[in-house]
């Protein structure tokens, strides 16, 4: 909430009262979503509107938010964004289940649930899970796709 409260502020709409910052929570959770392909929504938001959407602020006045809708939840993902040092969800779950017992890990990998409020974005199953998959390929796997067949991941929301 406060990364979207900084990206608006960027946009030029200011929120700095403790309701403002429920009117953000409540953008968050009507508009944001988490991007599969992060460099394709971004360039999709450079070059055309079609990301675009309204939001109706209590006072009835009008704001346009676009990026912002997928950047805010990015930060999930990308940690530095927010100035914070720490491994990004998907690595945090891939170093988790790699850190435990081999002969567990094929049994997590199958067995992700995600649970909480961040949890609810649109698009963040598919996100984790297609960037653990990528980590896993170029990881384990040394780039092998052809042994992926045999990797299975599931992500309960």
């Known amino acids: 909430t406060e990364y979207l409260n900084k990206l608006l502020l960027l946009r030029g709409y200011a929120f700095n009262?403790?309701?403002d910052f429920d009117?953000?929570?409540?953008?968050?959770?009507?508009?944001?979503?988490v991007a599969s392909n992060i460099q394709q929504?971004?360039?999709?938001?450079q070059e055309t509107t079609c990301l675009m959407d309204t939001f109706t602020l209590p006072d009835g006045k009008v704001i346009k938010?676009?990026?912002e809708r997928f950047e805010a939840p990015e930060c999930l993902f990308n940690p530095m964004l927010v100035?914070?040092?720490?491994?990004?969800?998907?690595?945090m779950v891939f170093d988790?289940?790699?850190?435990?017992?081999m002969d567990t890990r094929a049994e997590y990998y199958?067995?992700?649930?995600?649970?909480?409020?961040?949890?609810?974005y649109p698009g963040l199953p598919t996100r984790?899970?297609?960037d653990i998959k990528d980590r896993y390929l170029k990881e384990i796997l040394n780039g092998q796709v052809d042994r992926m067949k045999k990797f299975k991941i599931n992500i309960e929301d």
């Not at 929504?41 to 938001?45: C, P, Q, S």
């Not at 988790?96 to 017992?101: H, L, P, S, T, V």
């Open 96 to 101: 988790m289940i790699q850190d435990a017992d």
């Open 110 to 120: 199958k067995h992700i649930v995600l649970s909480g409020g961040s949890s609810m």
């Open 41 to 45: 929504e971004r360039k999709l938001a």
């Open 83 to 91: 100035d914070c040092e720490k491994a990004g969800m998907a690595d």
């Open 128 to 130: 984790l899970g297609n």
């Open 23 to 33: 009117t953000v929570r409540q953008i968050k959770e009507k508009l944001c979503y």
């Open 65 to 67: 938010i676009g990026r």
């Open 17 to 19: 009262s403790t309701a």
